[in-house]
C-alpha cells in the first residue's frame, strides 16, 4: 500500500532519477544506438545502419582482443595484490601501537591523491634519465645501468600496475579497517582463553567478520580495473607496442583517434557485457556460498 510517506520519499527521490537518466541513462542509449551504425567523427552525413557487423568485427578484431587481454591481466594483478596488501595493512594498524593514529589518517593519502596526479608522480619516478627509482637502485648496487621503465615492452605493463596497487591498495585497507572496528574484542579474548592461536583466531574468526567488506571492496576494484584507462593513458598511452593498451584505451583510439564511432561504441558495449557478466558469475557465487 502507497503511504503518504512513500509518495514524499518518490518526490524527494525524483530529481535525482532525472539527474541520473541524463548524465548516465541517455549517453548509454546513444552509444548503444552509434553501436549499430557506421558513424564517423567528423561526418555529418547521415550514419548508415550496419546491424551486427560492429560487434562481429569486435570479437574478430586481434587488437581489441589483445587488449581485453591486458584489461583481464591488469585486473588479475592489481586486485589481487590490492586485496592481499590492504587486508594485511588493516590488520597491523588495527593493532595497538605509538602513533596508530596518525598512521591512520596517513593511510588515505595514496587514495586522495587524483589517479592523473599519480600518474604523472610514477612516470617521473620512472624516469630513465633523473628518475628516483634508478637512481636509488644504482646507488644500492641492484642494477648497473639506467632502465626504461616505461619504454621497455616486458617492464611497462608491471610498472603501471605498481603505480596503481600504491594508490588503490589504501582504499582496501580503509574497508578492511573500518570493518575490523566492528569486530567484538570479547570473541577474540574468549577464542584465547579456547587456546586458538593467531592463525586460528584469523581463520575462524577475523576472516570471517571481514569477509562481507573484501567483497564489497573486491566488486568496487574489479570494475575499476576493467575498465582502467587514466593512469595507463597518461603513463604510456597504451604502448611500447601496445603493451599497455587496455580495453578502454582501444576503445577511445578507435573512436576518436580513428574516427569510427560506430565500431568504438560497440567495443565499448562489449567491454559493458563482459564486465556485467563478470560480476553476475561472482554475485551467483556469493549467493550460492550464502545458501
Not at 541513462?25 to 550514419?47: A, E, K, N, R, Y
Not at 605498481?162 to 575490523?180: E, Q, T
Not at 566488486?219 to 597504451?238: C, H, N, P, Q, S
Request: aromatic share 12%; glycine share 6%.
Amino acid at each position: 500500500m502507497v503511504t503518504k510517506g512513500t509518495r514524499w520519499y518518490s518526490l524527494l527521490l525524483a530529481p535525482m532519477m532525472l539527474i541520473m537518466g541524463a548524465v548516465i541513462g541517455w549517453p548509454l542509449i546513444q552509444t548503444f544506438i552509434l553501436s549499430f551504425t557506421d558513424s564517423q567523427l567528423m561526418d555529418v552525413s547521415q550514419p548508415a545502419f550496419v546491424g551486427f557487423e560492429n560487434f562481429i568485427a569486435g570479437f574478430k578484431n586481434q587488437g581489441f582482443l589483445d587488449s581485453l587481454k591486458v584489461s583481464a591481466l591488469f585486473a588479475l594483478v592489481v586486485v589481487s595484490s590490492e586485496m592481499i596488501l590492504g587486508t594485511g595493512v588493516a590488520l597491523l594498524l588495527n593493532e595497538p601501537f605509538r602513533g596508530r593514529n596518525v598512521v591512520r589518517a596517513l593511510l588515505i593519502l595514496p587514495w586522495a591523491v587524483p589517479t592523473t596526479v599519480n600518474a604523472i608522480m610514477w612516470r617521473l619516478i620512472y624516469n630513465p634519465e633523473y628518475g628516483a627509482l634508478n637512481s636509488l637502485l644504482f646507488q644500492l648496487g641492484f642494477i648497473e645501468k639506467y632502465i626504461s621503465w616505461l619504454g621497455s615492452a616486458d617492464k611497462a605493463l608491471g610498472s603501471v600496475m605498481f603505480a596503481d596497487v600504491w594508490k588503490n591498495f589504501s582504499l582496501v585497507a580503509m574497508i578492511a579497517l573500518a570493518s575490523l572496528q566492528s569486530l567484538s574484542d570479547s570473541q577474540i579474548e574468549a577464542a584465547k582463553i579456547d587456546g586458538a592461536n593467531a592463525m586460528q583466531r584469523f581463520r575462524y574468526i577475523t576472516l570471517p567478520h571481514l569477509i562481507p567488506s573484501l567483497q564489497v571492496a573486491l566488486v568496487l576494484r574489479i570494475i575499476e580495473a576493467v575498465k582502467v584507462f587514466d593512469i595507463i593513458y597518461v603513463m604510456t598511452k597504451g604502448g611500447p607496442a601496445n603493451k599497455t593498451r587496455s580495453g578502454s584505451i582501444f576503445v577511445y583510439q578507435e573512436a576518436f583517434t580513428n574516427s569510427r564511432m560506430g565500431s568504438g561504441a560497440a567495443y565499448a558495449i562489449i567491454m559493458v557485457c563482459l564486465i556485467m557478466i563478470l560480476i553476475a558469475f561472482y554475485l551467483r557465487g556469493v549467493s550460492r556460498k550464502e545458501n
